[in-house]
């Protein structure tokens, strides 16, 4: 080898590592982007802004929520994949644009495995079919066969084609042998505006924002998606015991970082993140609003990655056994 090859190649490798030495110590010297690829008001918008409000305590600066809607969060997606890899900017990702999109877009301008850098998992979150308040069906055996009797006019909104509130009721409609006519909007905040307001007949939609509607008499709880109740709503069966046996569903999230994002920022951001889920006033603040608790290690950045890789290709089987297909 050139000896002067070899001494600039040497030179850039110092180069790199005082530079990441340099970041360790520094980052983050400006707030933080988490990009959330839904209207704000639903229930991946307030899960994130409650964790980025502690994480941010944590890593010293503000983490900004930047509210990216459209095509069931692949356009958020798509942002994040392409912003700069310098650590400031982050996707909220969950179970529908991070693991079932790829067996559901033909052509996706991302890969969640191999545009992102894994960065720590949030707790999962059940789901609960609810309807309008003066729906005729007053349990789910009631709501399915109101859907066998009306095909096709059983109207549920979601958070979007590919959402988990969409992908949730198409596996709803698949195990029930009913059809159901789906409504996207551009968030699961807008979609239970019109289940409220009576314009659908009802959604899937997470624990932490669907629970104050519940408890208000807004809405009228049906089922919900988890193996075993809720105890936040112990009078609510699951599908698995009426309708639908093993079925079983809860929403995922994680935070990732573009490719290539410094691993001193990685590393920051999860150990933050870690140190607020020890606090047990905060978890327990979590627990009630039906959002389940993970083992510790469940939380990592290694363990997002695998889990990540796992759904994707989960999904592919289940996309096609319900026959989902976004293209």
């Known amino acids: 080898m050139n000896p002067i090859t070899a001494l600039a190649r040497a030179a850039l490798a110092i180069a790199a590592l005082a530079a990441a030495s340099v970041h360790a110590q520094t980052w983050p010297t400006r707030p933080i982007t988490w990009i959330?690829?839904?209207?704000?008001?639903?229930?991946?918008?307030?899960?994130?802004?409650?964790?980025?409000?502690?994480?941010?305590?944590?890593?010293?600066?503000?983490?900004?929520?930047?509210n990216s809607p459209g095509a069931g969060g692949t356009i958020g997606t798509t942002k994040a994949a392409r912003a700069a890899a310098d650590g400031y900017t982050m996707l909220v990702g969950h179970m529908g644009y991070m693991g079932a999109a790829p067996a559901l877009y033909k052509k996706l301008s991302y890969d969640p495995v191999k545009d992102f850098a894994p960065v720590f998992r949030f707790p999962d979150t059940p789901m609960v079919l609810m309807v309008r308040k003066d729906h005729p069906a007053r349990d789910v055996k009631a709501f399915v066969e109101h859907g066998r009797q009306n095909p096709g006019k059983l109207f549920l909104s979601n958070a979007g084609m590919g959402s988990t509130s969409h992908l949730i009721a198409a596996m709803f409609a698949a195990s029930t042998g009913i059809k159901v006519s789906l409504v996207p909007y551009k968030g699961a905040g807008p979609a239970l505006i019109d289940v409220i307001g009576?314009?659908?007949?009802?959604?899937?939609?997470?624990?932490?924002?669907?629970?104050?509607?519940?408890?208000?008499?807004?809405?009228?709880?049906?089922?919900?998606?988890?193996?075993?109740?809720?105890?936040?709503?112990?009078?609510?069966?699951?599908?698995?015991?009426?309708?639908?046996?093993?079925?079983?569903?809860?929403?995922?999230?994680?935070?990732?970082?573009?490719?290539?994002?410094?691993q001193a920022a990685i590393d920051r951001m999860q150990q933050a993140y870690l140190k607020v889920m020890s606090d047990k006033s905060f978890t327990e603040r979590l627990q009630a609003q039906a959002i389940q608790m993970l083992p510790a290690d469940k939380y990592t950045a290694a363990a997002l990655g695998r889990h990540t890789e796992a759904e994707v290709a989960r999904w592919k089987g289940l996309a096609a056994k319900a026959n989902i297909s976004l293209d």
């Open 198 to 262: 009576g314009q659908v007949d009802g959604m899937f939609d997470q624990t932490n924002t669907a629970l104050p509607q519940i408890t208000e008499a807004k809405v009228r709880p049906l089922a919900v998606t988890s193996a075993v109740r809720v105890n936040q709503l112990k009078d609510v069966p699951t599908l698995a015991e009426t309708v639908a046996p093993g079925f079983e569903a809860a929403t995922w999230y994680g935070i990732y970082a573009p490719k290539g994002t410094p």
């Open 36 to 66: 959330v690829p839904f209207a704000a008001g639903g229930p991946t918008d307030a899960l994130a802004r409650t964790i980025a409000e502690r994480v941010s305590r944590e890593v010293g600066q503000s983490i900004i929520i930047d």
